[in-house]
Nanobody, 116 residues
Framework: QVQLVESGGGLVQPGGSLRLSCAASGSIFSINVMGWYRQAPGNKQRELVATITTGGSTNYADSVKGRFTISRDNAKNTVYLQMNSLKPEDTAVYYC?????????WGQGTQVTVSS
């Protein structure tokens, strides 16, 4: 089994910053992709925020490009999401995701609320 432990969510004012972390443990091997998705209030689906491969290739949603930065520490099996210039529309539950040859795994989610 794989455990994903997220941290770093919270309440922040518009224009502020937060840094999310997600540490993977357990039966970890061959993690290909690590990433973040989010589910906003009232939305039934999770949307991609950003992903990063083992080699460091990144992919971002258009809505966060230039504001969010994803990074990972392969030795620690940890992925980070630095979120700057936060907007109220970034309010959502953020989920960590990892992809391995045997399949994907999700974290439990961490709430990010952007409000004055």
């Amino acid at each position: 089994q794989v455990q994903l432990v997220e941290s770093g969510g919270g309440l922040v004012q518009p224009g502020g910053s937060l840094r999310l972390s997600c540490a993977a443990s357990g039966s970890i091997f061959s993690i290909n992709v690590m990433g973040w998705y989010r589910q906003a209030p009232g939305n039934k689906q999770r949307e991609l925020v950003a992903t990063i491969t083992t080699g460091g290739s990144t992919n971002y949603a258009d809505s966060v490009k230039g504001r969010f930065t994803i990074s990972r520490d392969n030795a620690k099996n940890t992925v980070y999401l630095q979120m700057n210039s936060l907007k109220p529309e970034d309010t959502a539950v953020y989920y960590c995701y990892i992809e391995r040859p045997v399949g994907g795994s999700w974290g439990q989610g961490t709430q990010v609320t952007v409000s004055s």
